[in-house]
């Protein structure tokens, strides 16, 4: 089966940190662009980091920037997000994506998206 499978949300308390996980299933990511997204209730989907397919560059969102920290294993098939002094408005579904680019992927239509896994920022 072909696809994204995004694990590690949860709840965890404001100022806290959590890592997020992508892993793929019948995809060789090293062709690909990989970016998170998320979802919060009522709010449409907003782009947040993408990493590079080739040179392993960065892109992150100005509401992210400096707390959130993407980065890739291609030989083990997967993408993190590792989430740092964590605020109740970052709850939300997180997604992750792969786009086939060599640019800025949250600008483009990806070829594959997960099933999302979901984030709670809670005291």
């Known amino acids: 089966q072909v696809g994204l499978v995004e694990s590690g949300g949860g709840l965890v308390q404001p100022g806290g940190s959590l890592r997020i996980t992508c892993a793929a299933s019948?995809?060789?990511?090293?062709?690909?662009?990989l970016d998170w997204y998320r979802q919060a209730p009522g709010k449409e989907r907003e782009g947040l980091s993408c990493?590079?397919?080739?040179?392993?560059?960065?892109y992150s969102t100005d509401s992210v920037k400096g707390r959130f920290t993407i980065s890739r294993d291609n030989a083990k098939g997967t993408v993190y997000l590792q989430m740092n002094s964590l605020r109740t408005e970052d709850t939300a579904v997180y997604y992750c994506?792969?786009?086939?680019?060599?640019?800025?992927?949250?600008?483009?239509?990806?070829?594959?998206w997960g099933q999302g896994t979901q984030v709670t920022v809670s005291s």
């Open positions: 994506s792969a786009v086939d680019v060599q640019a800025n992927c949250l600008n483009y239509v990806p070829n594959y």
């Open positions: 019948g995809i060789a990511l090293e062709y690909y662009s």
């Open positions: 990493i590079y397919m080739n040179d392993g560059s960065k």
